[in-house]
């Protein structure tokens, strides 16, 4: 059984900030990577940032200098700082959690993806 449990999302005024957190549970580890996803209404999900398990993180353009991606391993949790937030930020924020299952030959490993439930954040202007 694989649970992620999102918090942290709600309502704020445009340069506000909030604090998502993604903790994860279950026989879903190792966990390679941890990331942070959103989809606005009528848009495809797009990624916002992500970080692996040594710490190396990666940024959507539109959020780099404003948001923060950290990882707690010891407690499989991460975290998503959100800063100077803007009306177009506005999504259903989802946590992704990705393992690798490793193989002696060809593919030599896959990847399995875990969503959570998602958490609604709302930037008013």
């Known amino acids: 059984q694989v649970q992620l449990v999102e918090s942290g999302g709600g309502l704020v005024q445009a340069g506000g900030s909030l604090r998502l957190s993604c903790a994860a549970s279950?026989?879903?580890?190792?966990?390679?990577?941890m990331g942070w996803y959103r989809q606005a209404p009528g848009k495809q999900r797009e990624l916002v940032a992500t970080i692996t398990e040594g710490g190396s993180t990666n940024y959507s353009d539109s959020v780099k200098g404003r948001f923060t991606i950290s990882r707690y391993s010891a407690e499989n949790t991460a975290y998503l700082q959100m800063n100077s937030l803007k009306p177009e930020d506005t999504a259903v924020y989802y946590c992704?959690?990705?393992?690798?299952?490793?193989?002696?030959?060809?593919?030599?490993?896959?990847?399995?993806?875990?969503w959570g439930q998602g958490t609604q954040v709302t930037v008013s202007s």
């Open positions: 992704n959690v990705g393992t690798r299952t490793y193989y002696s030959r060809s593919p030599y490993y896959t990847r399995d993806d875990y």
């Open positions: 279950g026989s879903i580890f190792p966990i390679n990577d």
